[in-house]
C-alpha cells in the first residue's frame, strides 16, 4: 500500500462521484473489444419488432429486460439521492440494480440511509455490496449478512479491486488467502454470492476459482470502460502516488474476452457482462457471447445527475430499444435464440 494520510470513507466517496462527474477517465488505449464484433445483418429476419421478447430472469425474479444499473456509490448525500433516483428507474422499468460498497455504513450506521432504496424499489433485483478484500481485514459473515439486511438486498456482490486498492492512498492491499474465506460466506449467507471485479476483468483461472469456491454469479466488469487506476489518479495526494495510478491507466482484460474466459471456464454459472458498455448494441453483443445481464455504471450515473428519474428512465428506453431492434436485425426473437446467434470478427 502506498504511504499517505487516511482519508475518511465519506471523503472518498464524494471524490468518486466528483471526479466521473467531471474528469474524463474512460481507458486511453484500451476498449472492451465489442467494437471488433459483429452480428451477420439478417435483411430477411421474419420477425415483427413489436413481438421481440427481451424479458429474462435470475435469482427467481423476472426482469423486463436484461439491464442492470451496475454498482456505483453511497455513503454520502449526494449519493443517496443518485441512488434513489436510480432505484425509482429500476422499479418503473422493471430492471436490476447494484449498490455501491457498503463498508462506509457497515461502519459508520449513519451512513446507511444513503444505500437503502426500498421504499421506492421494493420489487428490484437488488444487491447489496461488500469489498472481497475486508474479509482480510475483519470481516466476517456478520458484516456480509448487515449488508443484505440494511438494504433488504436479494443477493450480496463480493467486490474484487485489487488494483484499486493497491494504487489508493488509502488502500487495503492484503488480497491472500481470500478463497477460503470467500467459500466461507458462500456457503452460510442464505442469498447468492455474486464476485465481480471493478474495472480490469476477471480471468479464467480466477472463474474456475469462485465457481469451486460457491460463488452463484460473476460479473466481469472488464477493462474499456472507466479506469479505476486514473480516478484514484485524480486523488493522488502526490506527484508519486499520481505517477503510479496513471502507469496502470490501460491495464486489464477487455471486457469481450473476459467475458469469453468466464463463459469458458463456469459455463453453467449467470455471467453479468459490464465494463465499457454503452449501447443496446453492447449488451446484445454480451448477451450473445453469453451474459445473463448486461451492466451499465457511468451512463446513468450521469443521466441521474443530470436529467434525474425521467433521464435515467429515458436511457432504459433507448436501451431496450437498441438491444431489440439489434435482436431483429439478427434474426432473434428472444434472448435465448440470442446466445445462440454467432458474432462474427471484423
Not at 455504513?105 to 437488488?126: G, K, M, N
Not at 446484445?284 to 448486461?294: D, N, T
Request: negative net charge; aromatic residues 4%; proline residues 4%.
Amino acid at each position: 500500500m502506498l504511504d499517505s494520510d487516511q482519508f475518511t470513507h465519506e471523503r472518498r466517496k464524494a471524490d468518486h462521484i466528483r471526479i466521473n462527474l467531471e474528469e474524463d477517465v474512460q481507458f486511453r488505449g484500451v476498449t472492451t473489444g465489442l467494437e471488433k464484433l459483429y452480428f451477420m445483418h439478417r435483411a430477411l429476419p421474419e420477425r415483427n419488432l413489436t413481438e421481440i421478447d427481451i424479458t429474462s430472469a435470475l435469482f427467481g425474479k423476472q426482469l423486463t429486460a436484461p439491464l442492470l444499473i451496475s454498482s456505483m456509490t453511497g455513503g454520502t448525500t449526494k449519493a443517496g439521492t443518485l441512488n434513489l433516483i436510480l432505484a425509482e428507474a429500476a422499479q418503473e422499468a422493471g430492471i436490476a440494480m447494484g449498490l455501491g460498497s457498503q463498508r462506509a455504513a457497515i461502519e459508520d450506521p449513519v451512513l446507511a440511509a444513503s444505500y437503502r432504496v426500498r421504499d421506492v424499489a421494493p420489487d428490484i433485483l437488488l444487491f447489496a455490496n461488500v469489498g472481497a478484500v475486508q474479509l482480510n481485514y475483519g470481516y466476517g459473515l456478520a458484516a456480509c449478512q448487515r449488508a443484505v439486511d440494511m438494504v433488504q438486498a436479494d443477493a450480496l456482490i463480493l467486490h474484487l479491486n485489487v488494483l484499486q486498492e493497491a494504487v489508493q492512498p488509502e488502500g487495503d492491499d492484503d488480497f491472500s488467502a481470500l478463497l477460503p474465506k470467500i467459500e466461507a460466506i458462500c456457503r452460510a449467507l442464505p442469498v447468492p454470492v455474486i464476485a465481480k471485479e471493478v474495472g480490469w476483468g476477471i480471468a479464467a483461472e480466477d472463474a474456475r476459482l469462485l465457481r469451486e469456491v460457491g460463488i452463484a454469479a460473476i460479473d466481469v466488469a472488464g477493462a474499456g470502460g472507466t479506469s479505476w487506476s486514473e480516478v484514484e489518479m485524480y486523488r493522488a495526494p502526490t506527484p508519486r502516488h499520481a505517477r503510479v495510478a496513471g502507469a496502470f491507466i490501460d491495464w486489464g482484460i477487455p471486457t469481450a474476452d473476459s467475458l469469453r474466459y468466464c463463459q469458458t471456464a463456469a459455463p453453467d454459472l449467470p455471467i453479468i457482462a459490464s465494463g465499457g458498455l454503452k449501447t443496446g448494441i453492447d449488451v446484445a453483443k454480451c448477451l450473445a457471447l453469453g451474459a445473463s445481464l448486461g451492466g451499465l455504471a457511468g451512463e446513468f450515473l450521469k443521466a441521474a445527475d443530470q436529467n434525474g428519474t425521467q433521464g435515467v428512465l429515458d436511457l432504459i428506453g433507448a436501451l431496450n430499444e437498441e438491444l431489440s431492434i439489434a435482436m431483429l436485425c439478427a434474426g432473434a426473437a428472444d434472448l435465448k435464440q440470442l446466445k445462440n446467434t454467432k458474432l462474427h470478427e471484423r
